[in-house]
């Protein structure tokens, strides 16, 4: 099913957003998938967005599974940013629909050719990756993908601008496991290094393995995978036109943020820790167990040597993250695990507040010693 109303194009330049929905129910023309569909548009109409495009597609179980079936809806939005957010937050409430993922490439595309590129003859290379993330199955081998001139240079830039920062700012669990992923796990400047190369070499270190993802994991089911050592990763990468900058989790912030502290079976350890503890949590233990991880594996800062040196993937993947982390302007304050639990934090621009852990050892004992004795609250 496709709809297109006539687009009038005011600028090279409007600011057009792609929308994946994933849905359950009938695949086809079905009265469930209508009823997706005309709360989706009746929720566009009412925010004043401009719907420049629409198409949905069925998904297919494996052969031979029986599985439920359900479908994905593709839509092209012309919006600002802060509409697109509140949207993406309305859509999720929608009766049937069970993820909601934004496309981070091509904020400056114009609306015409943001059109052909969703051309089911011609899919994007963005839509491609996460297609391969929605069709793995735990077991096979993780899918390759070839990664196009233009993704290399972006790759490249973004290397050689955060090599400068962390031989200075980084610790010195991340800097060696950098350096093993250089040498095992097919990190340069010029190769974007492929999951099943990394996932490989963790296995070996840390017996920890990766999973293809098409964007954002719910925290509930991302703290799962984590309990069974499995690090859920996105395959594609952020547009050309902003390397420094990403709207959510791409390859670069995976491989360049997660993987190097990942080789590090005790950093592995408590990160399991975190995933264990979520086991058959409420809701309420859920959202504080994902804040520990957020100032801890994504935002954390340690102590080494005397300095305070950076721990989180949020951190180490950022040029201006981790400018912002060691300036005047953040907060450092000590890592006290019931206390970093119910600090709200900021998911959209640099961190106000960051906790600063001792050592990843002294991190991880005072964590079970809650944990243990008071759950995370």
Not at 80 to 95: F, H, N, V, Y
Request: aromatic fraction near 8%.
């Amino acid at each position: 099913m496709s709809v297109r109303p006539k687009l009038s194009v005011n600028s090279e330049h409007e600011t057009v957003h792609s929308v994946v929905l994933t849905c359950r129910g009938n695949s086809g023309a079905t009265l469930e998938q209508k009823s997706v569909i005309r709360e989706i548009i009746l929720l566009i109409d009412n925010s004043k967005i401009e719907l420049c495009h629409l198409e949905t597609r069925d998904d297919q179980p494996l052969v031979g599974k029986n599985e439920e079936t359900g479908f994905s809806c593709i839509l092209l939005l012309r919006c600002t940013l802060d509409a697109l957010e509140l949207t993406k937050a309305q859509m999720k409430l929608i009766k049937g629909v069970t993820q909601v993922i934004t496309d981070g490439e091509g904020f400056t595309d114009t609306v015409d050719t943001r059109i052909r590129r969703f051309d089911l003859r011609k899919m994007p290379r963005q839509e491609i990756r996460r297609t391969l993330a929605f069709d793995y199955r735990y077991g096979n081998p993780l899918p390759e993908v070839e990664y196009t001139a233009e993704e290399i240079q972006t790759w490249r830039v973004v290397y050689s601008k955060l090599s400068s920062l962390h031989s200075t700012r980084a610790c010195a669990e991340y800097l060696n496991g950098l350096r093993l992923l250089e040498k095992y796990g097919g990190f340069s400047p010029d190769n974007i290094a492929q999951l099943r190369t990394v996932s490989n070499f963790l296995e070996r270190t840390s017996g920890f393995c990766l999973r293809p993802v098409a964007g954002l994991v719910d925290p509930r089911d991302f703290l799962a995978h984590l309990a069974f050592r499995v690090f859920p990763c996105t395959q594609y990468i952020r547009h050309h036109s902003r390397p420094l900058h990403t709207p959510e989790p791409d390859c670069i912030h995976e491989l360049l943020g997660h993987m190097p502290l990942l080789t590090s079976r005790k950093f592995a350890d408590f990160c399991q820790q975190l995933g264990l503890l979520s086991l058959g949590s409420s809701n309420e233990e859920i959202e504080q167990i994902a804040t520990l991880y957020w100032f801890t594996v994504e935002f954390g800062l340690c102590q080494e040597g005397g300095e305070i040196r950076a721990l989180g993937a949020g951190l180490l993947s950022s040029y201006g993250e981790l400018e912002n982390a060691f300036s005047d302007r953040a907060e450092k304050r000590p890592f006290i695990p019931n206390m970093t639990a119910i600090q709200p934090y900021d998911d959209v621009g640099y961190q106000p507040i960051y906790f600063v852990c001792e050592s990843i050892v002294r991190m991880k004992k005072q964590f079970r010693s809650d944990s243990a004795t008071r759950g995370v609250s």
